[in-house]
C-alpha cells in the first residue's frame, strides 16, 4: 500500500514560517506529481503548490506566490512546503498528494497536518 504523511505543523504568529514535510512510503510508486492543499474551518479544500516529479516544474496558487516554496528529496522520496510571512488567513489543515502515474488527478492523499497562524 502507498502511503503519505505529512508533518511539520504548529502553531505560528503571524509573519512567521513553518516547513511541512511529506513523505512517500510503502511499496514504491511512480508518481506524476506531487502537491499540497488545504482546507480552512467551513471552506473548500484548495490547492496551495505543485511540483512535477519529472523535471521539477513547480506551479503555485496566487495567494502564496512569494511566500511559499514547494521543494523536494529524490532520495528520501519527500517533498516540502516552506511556507513563511505565514498571516492568520494561512490557518488550515494541510493536506499532501501524490498522482500516481495512470492516474487522472492526485489519487494518494495523507491525513492532513494542522496549521495555526496567531494575529
Known amino acids: 500500500q502507498v502511503r503519505v504523511q505529512e508533518s511539520g505543523g504548529g502553531l505560528v504568529q503571524a509573519g512567521g514560517s513553518l516547513r511541512l514535510s511529506c513523505a512517500a512510503s510503502?511499496?514504491?510508486?511512480?508518481?506524476?506529481?506531487m502537491g499540497w492543499f488545504r482546507q480552512a474551518p467551513g471552506k473548500e479544500r484548495e490547492f496551495v503548490a505543485s511540483?512535477?516529479?519529472?523535471?521539477?516544474?513547480?506551479y503555485y496558487a496566487d495567494f502564496v506566490k512569494g511566500r511559499f516554496t514547494i521543494s523536494r528529496n529524490l532520495a528520501g522520496n519527500t517533498v516540502y512546503l516552506q511556507m513563511n510571512s505565514l498571516q492568520p488567513d494561512d490557518t488550515a489543515v494541510y493536506y499532501c498528494?501524490?498522482?500516481?502515474?495512470?492516474?487522472?488527478?492526485?489519487?494518494?492523499w495523507g491525513q492532513g497536518t494542522q496549521v495555526n497562524v496567531s494575529s
Open positions: 510503502g511499496r514504491t510508486f511512480s508518481k506524476v506529481a
Open positions: 498528494a501524490a498522482q500516481r502515474v495512470g492516474a487522472t488527478q492526485y489519487d494518494v
Open positions: 511540483m512535477r516529479w519529472s523535471g521539477g516544474t513547480t
